[in-house]
T-cell receptor, first 115, second 112 residues
């Protein structure tokens, strides 16, 4: 029983392409997140949605656009991929929003390599 | 500079040894989370601490929160190869709009 799932697990693509990563959680949580973990293993938040509404939007290039069709899904679309976008992208979810002592549960990650 | 500093950055121990990983914040902590990451896997939630002096244990892993020092320590007793991985602390910090900020992680290797 996968709690937070992401697809694909691996993604290798050419610079300039547009790609999407999908995330689904079956925990009934209200809040979902996208994080980026760079080559130095530094994990940093990108976006957060609560009940399909954007609540956190970090300084991320506008080539990155999250989309939440319903509260169980938060997809990440990336336009015009660049070499520096290569990283591991993690999706997470929590029952309540951040700041309420809510534990975030993470997906397995999507390893993106831009050539 | 990092808002959350973890030390050490990496650690190699013999199986059976005890070890401690520290996480120190430059800002007031509202919640401190410990996660473990193995290659190819997501972050596995270990423990969450909220109150100063709070201590929690899960199997052979114990975490404490020292609110005055704005620091948390993760202690593993009698380490096993299964404990190997990257340990990440994450925290809700003052002035961060309650976003979860992570340290850079501690890579733990346990030699049999």
């Amino acid at each position: 029983d996968t709690a937070v799932s992401q697809t694909p697990k691996y993604l290798v693509t050419q610079m300039g392409n547009d790609k999407s990563i999908k995330c689904e959680q079956n925990l009934g949580h209200d809040t979902m997140y996208w994080y980026k973990q760079d080559s130095k293993k530094f994990l940093k938040i990108m976006f957060s949605y609560n009940n399909k509404e954007l609540i956190i939007n970090e300084t991320v290039p506008n080539r990155f656009s999250p989309k939440s069709p319903d509260k169980a899904h938060l997809n990440l679309h990336i336009n015009s991929l660049e070499l520096g976008d290569s990283a591991v992208y993690f999706c997470a979810s929590s029952q309540g929003g951040p700041g309420n002592g809510e534990t975030q549960y993470f997906g397995p990650g999507t390893r993106l390599l831009v050539l | 500079s990092q808002e959350l500093e973890q030390s050490p950055q990496s650690l190699i121990v013999q199986e059976g040894k005890n070890l401690t990983i520290n996480c120190t914040s430059s800002k007031t902590l509202y919640g401190l989370y410990w996660y473990k990451q193995k290659y190819g896997e997501g972050l596995i939630f270990l423990m969450m601490l909220q109150k100063g002096g709070e201590e929690k244990s899960h199997e052979k892993i114990t975490a404490k929160l020292d609110e005055k020092k704005q620091q948390s320590s993760l202690h593993i007793t009698a380490s096993q190869p299964s404990h190997a991985g990257i340990y990440l602390c994450g925290a809700e910090l003052t002035g961060s709009n309650y976003k979860l900020t992570f340290g850079k992680g501690t890579l733990l290797t346990v030699n049999p």
